[in-house]
């Protein structure tokens, strides 16, 4: 076995064993060495600890657990392999900047951290940042078109700009453009860009737009920044293959990307709404 294989062993295994006593004698075994020697090689290798890695991914799982179901906060923390509610309590305050108790409410910030995968190089190491959020129906328009994956980059940017031709001079606000699509089954779908209106909008007759109603419904909204927009296929990727806690359930409603501007050190900020089930 290969040290990318022996070290993606040590991954699986504490993803398995989240809710359970982890030794560190038994991960060594993978890698064949010693427990001290496994230890300094993780920090090197990911930049983190072995026991930090294990911690922050309890601790992200716990946060998802908090919002999407009714376990108490001391069988959590039990689970989790804390003591006791107070040290769960003072670790996820830590990590999250709130308590458990405040995670259960709504549009609370809390941190996704997901599992590093490896091979030979390290992926998919990116701290996300989440709500969940229930929000009212709302109205979008714009257009749709069937793409490939590798067309949306040139698709997206036309109906952008074909928008903030139509409407800059409409709306006194900044415009609030989503783009989605439904969940991806195949090499060929259909994909959206649309400007959020007032319900009560209307569009006008012959304009070449079409509405999409979003309905009420419970999201997930993850915020990150990227350097590239390119980069946007690793969060993606991050968020379906890492992440189960969150229950990404069909919904019927597309997942939708928004980009709002670029901050101060020229990175992109981001949101990826994932609908978690219809009100």
């Not at 560190?24 to 064949?32: G, N, S």
């Not at 009420?216 to 990727?237: C, K, M």
Request: glycine share 2%; net charge positive; hydrophobic share 35%.
């Amino acid at each position: 076995m290969n040290f990318s294989d022996s070290m993606e062993k040590v991954l699986n295994y504490i993803e398995d064993n989240l809710k359970s006593t982890i030794e560190l004698e038994t991960l060594a075994t993978y890698m064949h060495c010693s427990a001290n020697d496994l230890q300094r090689l993780f920090s090197l290798v990911f930049g983190l600890s072995l026991k930090q890695y294990i911690r922050k991914r309890r601790l992200s799982e716990a946060g998802a657990e908090l919002q999407n179901s009714s376990q108490t906060i001391l069988s959590l923390a039990l689970d989790y392999q804390y003591e006791s509610s107070t040290s769960f309590t003072r670790a996820f305050k830590s990590m999250h900047g709130i308590t458990p108790s405040n995670a259960r409410k709504e549009k609370n910030k809390l941190v996704l951290f997901s599992k590093i995968r490896f091979n030979m190089s390290v992926t998919g190491y990116q701290i996300l940042h989440y709500t969940i959020v229930s929000k009212d129906s709302f109205k979008l328009i714009g257009q749709k078109e069937r793409v490939t994956r590798d067309q949306i980059p040139k698709v997206s940017q036309a109906i952008i700009q074909n928008l903030k031709s139509k409407f800059s001079n409409e709306f006194s606000t900044p415009l609030e453009i989503y783009q989605g699509c439904s969940a991806i089954h195949s090499d060929i779908f259909d994909f959206f860009v649309a400007l959020k209106v007032s319900e009560h909008y209307q569009l006008q007759k012959n304009c070449q737009l079409e509405e999409f109603i979003i309905s009420s419904a419970r999201w997930a909204i993850f915020s990150f920044e990227l350097d590239e927009l390119n980069q946007l296929r690793y969060v993606w990727e991050q968020l379906l293959t890492t992440h189960s806690s969150l229950k990404f359930l069909p919904s019927g409603l597309p997942e939708l990307e928004r980009f709002t501007k670029k901050n101060e050190s020229s990175k992109f900020i981001g949101e990826i709404h994932i609908p978690l089930n219809i009100i």
